[in-house]
């Protein structure tokens, strides 16, 4: 069958579950913010290009993670904290996402929030605020930073917990893969996990489909963060795909930090072809330059997927999130608008 019709991607429902909190600052908010504090920023972050990165070596991670820590000393007031969540999801609506899993540390907002409860309570009033102005529905993962002891973890996780009930769904792991192991962590994420909360790690970005095996064998994993090296395993690939792991897969993030080398390189077809639910996801577009809908641009310019391809990949979304089954019914019905 011929593609005759080419759809506005924007206008396709989706569900956003790959986005980190200061990440998802607009660059000029960011510019503001650090006028508003007098915070002079690193230059690679006030060029009107996203910065230059690589993270295929610590070194290349380290300066990625110095660039996030000068955008992230920007927000210290409980206002820039919400009006950074009212931007990322008014960006979301935007580009057409119905529903939004936004993640964050809060213990890197503890200090400047008066401490780690605070700031976590700020953050989940800022999700339900933005929630109610916006109209789109908002939840939050909470991540530990496997740069931190295990017990930070832990804390973390009890903390999450006690909040599920005021919009955490999940619990995550972040920072550089190729610093301690997975199982290190398996006490938070078993806490998280019987407190109800769904186990969303990162793995498969900087390190190989082991990193992925771990996640799923250590920490049972219901979602992978990116995943995206499991393609080089098919015998992964496949109990990905029997267990109904969703990878959060964030293309534009892929290249810019220099785990492929090229958009076409991501290996988009390959996860979806083996049966992989995938979540196309934006991960840091403070710092990669592109939003959500841009991430299923590339699937339709570099890997060639049909617009019925691309509602499959919205409908994945859709089933990998946390959302409540009324509001799946309404985008998986929205998706099949976009098609008629
Ligand atoms: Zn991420």
Known sequence: MERVVRRDVRELPKAHLHLHFT???RPSTLLELADKYGVRLPEA???AEPPKLRATDERGWFRFQRLYDAARSCLREPEDIQRLVREAAEEDIAD?????????DPTSYAPRLGGLIPALEVILDAVDSASRETGLGMRVLVAANRMKHPLDARTLARLAVRYADRGVVGFGLSNDE????????????AIAREG???????????????????????LDATRIGHGVRAAEDPRLLKRLADRGVTCEVCPASNVA????EKPEDVPLRRLYEAGVPLALGADDPLLFGSRLAAQYD???RHHDFSDDELAELARQSVRGSAAPEGVKEKLLSGIEEWLA
Do not use: K, N
């Open 298 to 300: 590339i699937a339709r």
């Open 45 to 47: 972050l006030t060029g």
């Open 178 to 189: 190729r610093r301690g192991m997975a199982r290190d962590f398996d006490r938070a994420f």
């Open 257 to 260: 930090l220099g785990v492929y």
């Open 196 to 218: 109800g909360l769904l186990s969303a790690p990162h793995g498969g970005e900087l390190t190989g489909p082991s990193s992925v095996r771990d996640c799923l064998d250590d």
């Open 23 to 25: 990440g998802s600052m």
């Open 96 to 104: 057409g996402s119905g529903w939004l899993e936004i993640q964050v």
